[in-house]
């Protein structure tokens, strides 16, 4: 009994679309009489298995085969582009609309005979796609198993599956999905044989798009993978060239033609819109229907190779691309590839950085903007010296040939632009690749291996890049340079020409100054003076160069390197010279590596003697303004300088053979000059350490001289000072430099007596001091201090040591008048007079000073060697002191009534009065007595305080101390009346007196008498 139609069709709607199967569709599909329904259902299903798939859309396409019968339609031509044009009449048209109008059915079939034949289409597509191997399955055989005969037993035992391979679009998708949207998905996911059999079966569906799809495949995707995908272009039709179409159905069907189509949308039994073909997915590309011309597929080109310098940076790929592109004919991506090809080298050939985040990414955009020095640059950035030539010859070379074509190909030849951007570099590359460029380039090498093959080129660069080079470390690296240089035979050289060269080098020093305008002169620059000079005068430029390497070398020998342009710079510049021999003298030996040894000093000394020489060609050294006198003078003061005197005495004594033509005298004065260099920047005083010892330790090295001899007794007596703790300032103790600036040094003597309450005990040692201060033979200098300590010893009241320091001033005094000071200097030993007898005059008048015999005798040296104008003052002091003496002499004679024997104190007296009698009575001699009667006399002076203020007060002038009356030893009242312990008398005034002149007559006369031993009427 056959099956009941409804089960059956109940029976394949229960099934899954997973579960149908071949078995599905012949014992249940196929068995349904209705065609309508069988059709429908081979068209709702879309499956995954191609086999049953192809089986499923057979099926309904032979349930569709028996309308064609009934509709009565014959073959219909093809258009040509896959659609039928075949023409009906305009009864037979109608006739067909009005049947699909009654019979809507068959108008479904029709519709529906569309659509499976264009899934049919797909899956055959799809078929082909995965069977060209380029889906995501991985199974590929490897290539060292390709003859395993177990594998091909496998293969047999196996059956082969339609499609091998899987596409990563499924199946049932692919089927129904937009066909731009299944080509832009496979280009994603570089399925790109997928997509070339895509454009091959369905060309004029995807061609419009052909650019949104090629946008879809990843930059890095080398073009070799997509080439049937790249467009071309037709030389003959100078445009775009069409890809060929091959469809799989070269005759449309029936049901595609026009004629059925409109009638179909005629009778309004379907909806077209409602009932698609395809499912459409929403695609904002635009369509390209029209080919592009050259220009328009060149530019495509270069856009795409900038996305994918941009995106990816791979310029192979890049390169890759426009290589296709020339292939095929695009017009204009000629210069393109030639820039990617530089490109590539750059980024592949050149050696790159190993430095975490170094700047690699390069564009066309960015390639372009280099300008050609910074191209030449960018290949030779990470070079070694080691790989420096090889990469200008396979780098750079290329690229300056390039340059170069480029160049006459727009008309405008320029045959100079490789040397000179290769110059440019060797200008301004590090000195070790220059180095390397030079080996590369010399004389003695074939003239087709060397970088530089002109001699007088390498001349000049070399001068240009050394003499404008900053660096003080690679005087080897520059001696390496000069010796790859030629060498010209200048036994026949004009001296004309030398002449031009010296006096070019002579400019060049002023030229290299820095200036305001200028301050760093470029190697650059120094080219402009060395190219217009001949190989003669290239070659004298070379032996001054060489002199001022070796020079050069010298100097960083000793840690004093100078820049090679220094050495143009003080060519004729003697203070320049001066000023680095000293450096080099002193620095040398104060580096790092320190010079301990007496060969080393020796060795210093011959090179700088060899600086100061002039070789055999007559070219000066680095020092050659300077003489061999002035150079070992600088050298001794540099040893000196580093504090190694056991060095200096070594060298000295015996005189070293290069030092032999120093006389005494000026190492006497080298070693004065640095011993007061240290003593200047000592900050302590204190000479058993630090600077001050180096300064008194250097005056150990020349002979004992007197000159010697005095500034080191300087240095003990400085040490002295700043052991008494004398300030400059409140807590600011003085310096050793204060102490030489001080110019009298004799006030620091001064400032020892008042900083310190017990030195005037200790006069010794103030004189010591005051001798090593450099008065050691200036008598008048130690009365003056013996006037101070006296001083001192009156503030505190000690009157007894004042005493003793007023008979050593008083002894000192008289030697000095005696000696010959007085005669060839009488105003200095005057002024020690008058210092002398004003100490005196004031201690002898202290009241506080009880001891009247030794006051009579203060008193009677002050008037021994004070002035004549000012003998009445002192006279008037001892007329008052004796007039007490007498009267205390008086009060104790009466209290001593009935004794006998001789009066003690009268016999002092009497003997004090014989001694200044006698010394007065020299002095009398020779003095001229003015007359007393006349009023302007200067014996006629009023002894009032006034009066000795005045002198005190010119005295005082000529002192480093104050000399004035302490306040409590001598006073006065407003009346003029000085006061004393035991009598208080008043002071005449010529206002009070107007006899004066008669007053005083008798007064001196009195005196004067009293003094050479007249018999006081008193007593």
Known sequence: MAPDPQDLCEEWTKLADEEITQEHIQNTLLLIKDDLWVVA????????????????????????????????????????????????SHSQSEELTAHFREQPADAQICHMRTVLLDRLDRLNTYVEACQDGDGNDEQDIDPQWEDDPWEEAADEDKEQPESSKTLPIALHEFLVDDLLHAACLLAS??????????????????????????????????????????????????????PSYQPWRTDADWSEAGPIQAAL???????????????????????????????????????????VLI????????????????????????????????????????????????????????????????????????????????????????????????????????????????????????????????????????????????????ARLALSRLYGSDSLTEWPTMSRIFECLPAWDNSEADEDLADEAYTTVNSLGAYVTPTTARPRCTPQDLLLFFKPLPATSLS????????????????????????????????????????????????????????????????????????????DTGLRSAFGLLEQQEVLRIFLSGLLSTGRFHIAKRLLHPRHQSLSSLSDADIETICLTCSREYYDNASSGNYRFGDMKLAYDCLSVPAKSDAIVREQEFIEATSSITSYNVMTAPGLPISPLEVRLVKDRLSLISRVLSSNDDAYKYPEVILELVHKLGFRHDPAATVKALAMITDTALQAEDFTRAYESSGTMINTIVELNSSPLAT?????????????WVACFQLGRQIEFEDVEKKLALLGRALEFCPPEKMVDVLNAWRRLESEDTEERRERLGKQKGRT??????????????????????????????????????????????????TFSRVAANFPFSVGMRPKSVASDDSGREKSRSVERPWPSRSEHPDVSAQASRVFQKGIGWLIGADDEES
């Open 41 to 88: 259902a081979s068209v709702d299903r879309l499956l995954d298995d191609v086999s049953i798939q192809r089986t499923l859309l057979d099926a309904g396409l032979e349930r569709t085969l028996s309308l064609q019968q009934r509709l009565e339609v014959g073959e219909l031509e093809d258009d040509g582009e896959g659609q039928s044009s075949g023409s009906l």
């Open 189 to 242: 996911k570089q399925a790109l044989a997928a997509v070339s059999v895509l454009y091959k079966r369905h060309s004029p569906s995807l061609w419009p798009f052909r650019y949104t799809i090629l946008d879809c495949i990843p930059e890095h995707v080398h073009p070799s993978s997509y080439r049937d995908l790249l467009p071309g272009f037709d030389v003959v039709q100078d445009m775009e060239q069409r």
């Open 265 to 307: 949308k005629a009778s309004g039994s379907i909806d077209m819109d409602n009932l698609p073909r395809t499912r459409h997915i929403h695609n904002t590309a635009i369509a390209q229907t029209q080919p592009l011309s050259a220009s328009e597929l060149a530019s495509w080109y270069e856009e795409r190779v900038e996305n």
């Open 311 to 458: 995106s990816t940076g791979m310029v192979d790929i890049a390169l890759a691309l426009v290589q296709h592109g020339g292939s095929q004919g695009v017009v204009g991506v000629d210069e393109l590839g030639e820039e990617l090809s530089l490109l590539s080298r750059l980024v592949y050939d050149a050696p790159s950085a190993d430095i975490e985040g170094m700047d690699t990414e390069w564009t066309l955009r960015r390639w372009r903007a280099m300008d050609p020095a910074a191209v030449v640059q960018a290949y030779l950035a990470n070079s070694t010296e080691g790989n420096l030539v090889a990469n200008i010859r396979k780098l750079v070379m290329p690229y300056l040939f390039v340059l170069e074509a480029r160049a006459e190909r727009a008309g405008h030849p320029d045959t100079s632009i490789s040397s000179r951007l290769l110059h440019d570099y060797i200008l301004s590359a590090p000195l070790d690749f220059v180095a390397s460029i030079f080996e590369a380039s010399k004389p003695t090498l074939p003239p087709a291996h060397r970088l530089i093959s002109d001699d007088e080129t390498m």
């Open 540 to 615: 004298r430029a070379l032996d001054i160069l060489d002199v001022h390497l070796e020079a050069g070398e010298i100097l960083s020998r000793w840690g004093v390197p100078a820049p090679l342009r220094w050495f143009l710079q003080s060519t004729n510049d003697e203070n320049q010279q001066r000023a680095w021999a000293t450096r080099l003298a002193r620095r040398a030996g104060g580096s790092d590596d320190q010079l301990d040894t007496l060969g080393d000093w020796e060795w210093l000394l011959e090179d700088m003697i060899k600086l100061s020489s002039t070789n």
């Open 824 to 836: 060839t200097n009488p105003a200095k030993v005057q002024e020690a007079n008058e210092v002398c």
């Open 901 to 950: 024997g001789p009066d003690t104190t009268r016999t002092k007296r009497q003997a004090v009065s014989t001694g200044a009698a006698a010394s007065l009575a020299a002095r009398f001699q020779h003095l001229h007595m003015p007359d007393l009667h006349i009023p302007s006399s200067p014996l006629v002076s009023t002894p009032d305080a006034a009066a000795i203020a005045h």
